[in-house]
């Protein structure tokens, strides 16, 4: 099946430091989506972006699906953006395409 | 409000014991998924269903069942075989859009603990 790799694994910041997380993905995907895990375990909804750039606030995000990646930008973090960021992906194909493979996740801390 | 419920939030299992844990949607999702996080851990996919009526196995599929005779409820049963079944279990739904998928939607999550 399709594999999904985030870089880096664990990210420190200062409170206002900008950031990138980076998600490979080893094939043609349908769907691909970046969630924040908080610290009570709920995932949030950042970004649905199967191909080009999207923004909302302090966040951005581009997929260049012809060469398999995605980034999620991060400016002026803030404390609250502390938490685990997963990439999610939908490939193509019968199997692959019916169901939401996920990577291992970005943990980010942003300290004060 | 539209959205995915799970329920219980917490849930405290012996062991030996099935449990089944609840998840039920109002977004007239067709698809709906069911994950499991170990702690600092991905999620991995127990189970999911593309419609009413059928479910295929995911990647860890051993040691739980599912029933999907409602579109908007796909319940999880957690039994006696898996053997380590302390997790925090996700629910999942989405669309589903021409050969793939839309915007996959969370619930808060159930945390089981076996004592």
């Known amino acids: 099946g399709i594999q999904v790799e985030q870089s880096p694994p664990d990210l420190i910041l200062q409170e206002g430091a900008n950031s990138t997380l980076r998600c490979n993905f080893s094939?043609?995907?349908?769907?691909l989506q970046w969630f924040h895990q908080n610290p009570w375990g709920q995932l949030i909804n950042l970004f649905y972006?199967?191909?080009g750039t999207k923004q909302n606030g302090r966040l951005s995000a581009t997929t260049v699906a012809t060469e398999r990646y995605s980034l999620l930008y991060i400016s002026s973090s803030q404390t609250t953006d502390s938490g685990v960021y997963f990439c999610?992906?939908?490939?193509?194909?019968?199997?692959?395409?019916?169901?939401?493979?996920f990577g291992e996740g970005t943990q980010l801390t942003v300290n004060p | 409000d539209g959205g995915i419920t799970q329920s219980p939030k917490y849930l405290f299992r012996k062991e030996g014991q099935n449990v089944t844990l609840s998840c039920e949607q109002n977004?007239?999702?067709?698809?709906m998924y069911w994950y499991r996080q170990d702690p600092g851990q991905g999620l991995r996919l127990i189970y999911y269903?593309?419609?009413?009526?059928?479910?295929q196995k995911g990647d860890i599929a051993e040691g739980y069942s599912v029933s999907r005779e409602k579109k908007e409820s796909f319940p999880l049963t957690v039994t006696s075989a898996q053997k380590n079944p302390t997790a925090f279990y996700l629910c999942?739904?989405?669309?589903?859009?021409?050969?793939?998928?839309?915007?996959?939607?969370f619930g808060q999550g159930t945390r089981l603990t076996v004592v």
């Open positions: 999942a739904s989405s669309t589903r859009l021409g050969p793939g998928l839309g915007e996959a939607f």
């Open positions: 094939d043609s995907v349908n769907n």
């Open positions: 972006i199967p191909s």
């Open positions: 999610a992906v939908v490939g193509v194909g019968e199997t692959s395409g019916s169901r939401l493979t």
């Open positions: 977004l007239n999702h067709d698809a």
């Open positions: 269903s593309q419609i009413v009526n059928d479910f």
